[in-house]
């Protein structure tokens, strides 16, 4: 990743990198209305309730991708691996799109989601390739919400706990799974005095940055109540404009092995990382 511009206390990561590279989620088929008494439960309680069921899960595999309007171009970041919710911690394969002229292919970027903290690897120029970047999400304007290019699964489940404006969509299906389709709006700043205790300093730095704090959503829960899918549209600011990401997360194979290790001290990049 191409680190843009200096911010704050940070320096702004993949979704500002994909503008500087190009500048110049999967689908759900509608399988009819729901019933009210088929669904798992209260609407609003079962979309609130999404990161205890993940954590009650214990893992998944999980694929990421964030969009965004870069030069009047849309792009997508998008990315694969697996999230342990226990432990909370995963790990994901993210890919940047090409260059405008689509000959230069961008090395694929690793990543450790870990609590309030991101480790990157192959993260571009100026940083080893046998060297890892460390992020402390609480420093970031974005909570690392958005900037690290995609958003941490057991994140995104517990911006849904001050989910409100909740309607149902209807019954559809998500790659052979039944699933229940949700629509509302979830609050940053209500969602991070709420949230498990790990997770509150990204999220406070995340409603103090951001644009707006309310955070529209679309959320698939399966029968259990579990998450397979969620899209939230985020509004971030750069150079003072307000940029719009939506940012898909979907979760399967639930109980997969996931092991993540994190890096040692002497593997960490201890130097200034430029452009």
């Not at 609130?48 to 595999?61: F, H, I, V, W």
């Not at 990157?120 to 974005?142: F, H, I, L, S």
């Not at 704090?213 to 998450?227: C, E, I, K, Q, S």
Request: contains cysteine.
């Amino acid at each position: 990743m191409v680190a843009q511009q200096h911010r704050r206390r940070g320096v702004t990561f993949a979704v500002m990198a994909v503008a500087g590279v190009v500048a110049t989620a999967a689908g759900c088929s509608a399988s009819g209305g729901a019933a009210a008494d088929d669904r798992p439960g209260d609407g609003q309680a079962v979309v609130r309730g999404a990161a205890d069921e993940l954590l009650a899960a214990g893992s998944s595999k999980a694929r990421t991708s964030m969009e965004m309007a870069a030069g009047g171009t849309r792009v997508t970041i998008r990315g694969k691996g697996g999230y342990d919710f226990r432990k909370k911690m995963g790990r994901l394969d993210l890919v940047l799109p090409k260059d405008p002229a689509g000959t230069s292919e961008h090395r694929p970027l690793t990543e450790l989601l870990a609590p309030a903290a991101l480790y990157m690897k192959n993260r571009g120029a100026g940083v080893p390739a046998d060297k890892w970047v460390r992020v402390d999400a609480t420093a970031q304007e974005d909570g690392n919400l958005v900037t690290g290019g995609a958003t941490d699964p057991l994140a995104a489940a517990e911006l849904l706990r001050t989910a409100r404006n909740v309607t149902l969509v209807g019954e559809q299906d998500l790659a052979g799974t039944r699933v229940w389709h949700y629509k509302g709006v979830t609050d940053i700043a209500r969602a991070a005095k709420v949230a498990s205790p790990y997770a509150r300093g990204a999220l406070n730095a995340a409603a103090k940055g951001l644009a707006k704090d309310v955070v529209p959503f679309d959320a698939y829960l399966d029968d259990a109540g579990r998450l397979r899918k969620v899209r939230h549209q985020f509004s971030y600011l750069n150079q003072g404009s307000a940029v719009a990401v939506a940012s898909t997360t979907l979760l399967y194979a639930f109980g997969s092995p996931v092991t993540v290790a994190l890096p040692p001290e002497r593997d960490i990049f201890a130097g200034k990382v430029t452009a």
